[in-house]
């Protein structure tokens, strides 16, 4: 079993920073792929981005490569989604969610656990 809890979210301005943090407990950490996933109201749930559980690998979804960024801390156990440059279209709930499976995925069915999720609200 894993456990996830998402912090950070918050009220912002179009074009500031945020960061979110999400923190596991239970399985081994390094050996999870951790996704980023957002869900706006009246929308599906969407891919944000992943990290492989080494760290060496990241993809994103199209709509904030480049602008947002993946990393991780084995030792703490914590996975970090940096958003920057944001837009009011960033406004959503966002999910940090784990993968037990071998080959990341940016598939929503095929992650295995998830955090209770964090509001993010970008004001333009």
């Known amino acids: 079993q894993v456990q996830l809890r998402e912090s950070g979210g918050g009220l912002v301005q179009a074009g500031d920073s945020l960061r979110l943090s999400c923190t596991a407990s239970?399985?081994?950490?390094?050996?999870?792929?951790m996704g980023w996933f957002r869900q706006a109201p009246g929308e599906d749930r969407e891919f944000v981005g992943y990290?492989?559980?080494?760290?060496?690998?990241?993809y994103f979804a199209a709509s904030v490569r480049g602008r947002f960024a993946i990393s991780r801390d084995n030792a703490k156990k914590t996975v970090y989604l940096q958003m920057n440059v944001v837009f009011p279209a960033d406004t959503a709930v966002y999910y940090c969610a784990a993968d037990t499976a071998a080959v990341p995925t940016y598939y929503v069915d095929d992650y295995d656990y998830w955090g209770q999720g964090t509001q993010v609200t970008v004001s333009s």
């Open positions: 239970g399985q081994t950490f390094s050996s999870l792929t």
């Open positions: 990290i492989s559980g080494n760290g060496a690998r990241t």
